[in-house]
């Protein structure tokens, strides 16, 4: 049975950073593409950063410059380093196989709060 578990999310200041971190297991990792996504209250989830398993990485535009996704294989995780915050990047952030929103792999997501 795939798990997909975040932890890492909290309380930050507009301008700081967060480490975000998903651990995933009951699946080959290392093959797959891995996605960071978020929802905002109201609205739906959408995707900010997907890694291959090559390791290519796209960005949503909003996140372009800020936003680092990464992974570590030996560790079946893949990472999300947030830097220079904003109010508006507050969520609920999630990882996931890219492609498999609908096969019930969904973890429990991570609240990630941004003060201004």
């Known amino acids: 049975q795939v798990q997909l578990v975040e932890p890492g999310g909290g309380l930050v200041q507009a301008g700081g950073s967060l480490r975000l971190s998903c651990a995933a297991s009951g699946m080959l990792f290392r093959i797959r593409a891995m996605g960071w996504y978020r929802q905002a209250p109201g609205k739906q989830r959408e995707c900010v950063a997907a890694?291959?398993?090559?390791?290519?990485?796209n960005y949503s535009d909003s996140m372009k410059g800020r936003f680092t996704i990464s992974r570590d294989n030996a560790k079946n995780t893949v990472y999300l380093q947030m830097n220079s915050l904003k109010h508006e990047n507050t969520a609920v952030y999630y990882c996931?196989?890219?492609?498999?929103?609908?096969?019930?792999?969904w973890g429990q997501g991570t609240q990630v709060t941004v003060a201004t």
């Open positions: 996931n196989v890219v492609g498999w929103a609908d096969r019930g792999t």
């Open positions: 890694i291959s398993s090559a390791g290519s990485t």
